[in-house]
């Protein structure tokens, strides 16, 4: 396979203000805060019931507008756990988490707007539906409206090429090619953060190729992306940040503190 | 495009789904009126069999007992909710509407409409197949009023099926207790016989809760049997139940959801 760039092309990171409005589709009057980021995660803690160490504790990420982060670790490090904190999915014990202002506990519907998820694994398909009704599902739950909602529907099977494939059902597709309708819906509303846990899972160079192309949108239209796996897949990459998570805290991958 | 706008159309998209999910498996439908068909053959022999106190012929009770019949489905139906968070949350497909702007709540909400709107049908089907095949007396003048009659009821008893939903969502196996609560709702809700054969607290129980004045509505529309208090009085017990268990389990809904963001346990199944 050959080595992804997921380093800011269009808009270089050192080029571009670390903070900015809230994108025009969700923001009101009197808010947010101007400093919003794509994802800011402050002191975040969290502790399994049951467990003696916390797998997560304090730890402090931001991400800058146009930037693409890695987070890399030993299995069991709490990389999915720390992004299913920031993705929404599960609370913190302790901490904040917000993303372009928002915080997916106040505002959650503006949160997940703007921010979207990609969990590890074959999960979150259902399997009696087509591709292409698949996506339109997703497109109803993030509340577009039809035209618009069509249109990301037919970007999204171009962007991943699934054309060929989208009257096919699900459950008779193999795992790369779920994989690519994962992939498909987590792009589909155009989010503005994308959170990716092990997204190369079962994708073959091509379907690797079409992700590398769909994170270079992203980040040229001033998005910005996390991107966690296992420590072994990062040579294969270039990010902008690169960090690992070790005791429950995020250190350099170079070995330096988090602070 | 408006939030409410917005959301009724993401409504739409759930219905959408269920009903592809729905006749992607063919022999469903065909299973389900066969099922109708038996039971409606086994009720008409037992109403000729048995003599129930009450029942002038053998007809009056097998009147009875078909709406019994067909709300037993409706009662599925709004309890099926439960099993379909469990279905949700074994493929992963839950977390996704966690996540999604429409949230989970309205989700959940919108996933009990298609097997309601399915329960309806198959109950019409049920009358009337055995007004075709078997004779009910259906009282026509009557019948359309059960339309609006059952929305209500539907609306009643659909809390049930939220707080089991809630209930899956945290413990991850509250479906389980479905099928013993529908028995028992069976029981005091006089679906197959009539309450006055139970014992006398257990009568008393049933003015807590709405199944038993919604099937005796429905029964009054639909074959004319008698009503032990006003029809005045029996709308406003069930729009009562309705307007308070709604709101209370929509929020345990939440809270359960919540809970379980909290705890980390929404993705587990």
């Known amino acids: ?259 | 495009m408006s939030e409410l706008r917005a959301s009724l159309w993401a409504f739409r998209v759930v219905l959408g789904r269920d009903l592809r999910v729905y006749l992607s498996y063919r022999s469903r439908l065909f299973s389900q009126a066969l099922t109708s068909v038996f039971s409606l053959t086994l009720f008409y022999y037992v109403s000729r069999l048995v003599h129930v106190s009450g029942f002038a012929s053998p007809a009056d009770y097998f009147g009875f007992v078909i709406v019994g019949i067909a709300l037993v489905g409706v009662l599925y139906s709004c309890f099926s909710v439960a099993e379909t968070v469990r279905q949700e949350l074994v493929a992963g497909t839950f977390e996704r509407l966690v996540l999604s702007p429409f949230g989970p709540v309205r989700s959940v909400i919108a996933m009990a409409v298609f097997p309601l709107l399915y329960a309806f049908v198959l109950a019409a089907f049920t009358l009337t197949l055995g007004w075709l095949v078997f004779g009910l007396n259906l009282h026509w003048s009557t019948v359309p009023l059960a339309v609006p009659a059952m929305a209500l009821a539907l609306l009643a008893f659909l809390p049930f099926g939220l707080a089991f939903a809630a209930l899956t969502v945290v413990m991850k196996q509250g479906n389980v207790g479905v099928s013993w609560v529908i028995a028992l709702i069976s029981i005091v809700g006089g679906l197959y016989f009539p309450i006055s054969l139970l014992p006398e607290w257990v009568q008393t129980a049933t003015e807590f809760q709405p199944f038993t004045p919604a099937t005796e509505m429905l029964r009054h529309l639909l074959v004319d049997s008698p009503q032990t208090t006003s029809a005045l009085a029996t709308i406003g017990r069930v729009t009562l139940f309705a307007a308070v268990l709604l709101p209370v389990s929509i929020w345990t809904l939440g809270r359960a959801i919540r809970e379980s963001q909290r705890r980390g346990t929404i993705v587990e199944y």
């Open chain 1, 1 to 259: 396979m050959r080595p992804l760039s997921l380093r800011a092309a269009a808009a270089p990171a050192a080029t571009v203000p670390a903070t900015a409005p809230v994108p025009a589709a969700v923001a009101q009057p009197g808010e947010p805060p101007a400093d919003a980021v794509p994802l800011s995660l402050v002191g975040v803690g969290k502790r399994w019931r049951g467990a003696d160490e916390p797998v997560l504790s304090g730890v402090d990420l931001k991400l800058d507008i146009g930037t693409a982060t890695w987070i890399g670790g030993r299995n069991g490090a709490g990389k999915t756990t720390l992004l299913r904190i920031a993705a929404g999915l599960i609370e913190p014990d302790r901490g904040r988490v917000q993303a372009w202002g928002y915080s997916p506990r106040e505002r959650r519907a503006n949160y997940h707007r703007l921010v979207a998820f990609l969990p590890a694994g074959d999960r979150g398909l259902y399997a009696r539906l087509s591709v292409r009704q698949q996506l339109r599902f997703w497109a109803g739950m993030t509340m577009l409206d039809r035209a618009t909602g069509e249109r990301l529907v037919e970007d999204s099977l171009r962007r991943f090429d699934l054309g060929e494939l989208a009257d096919r059902r699900v459950d008779r597709m193999s795992m790369g090619q779920r994989q690519r309708v994962r992939l498909a819906m987590t792009f589909l509303p155009e989010p503005e953060t994308v959170l990716l846990d092990e997204p190369l899972t079962s994708l073959d160079s091509e379907g690797a190729a079409l992700l590398e192309t769909a994170v270079a949108a992203l980040l040229e239209r001033g998005g910005a992306l996390l991107w966690c796996s296992p420590s072994g897949d990062h040579p294969e990459h270039e990010f902008d940040r690169d960090w690992l998570l070790e005791g429950g805290r995020l250190v350099r991958a170079s070995g330096e503190a988090q602070r």
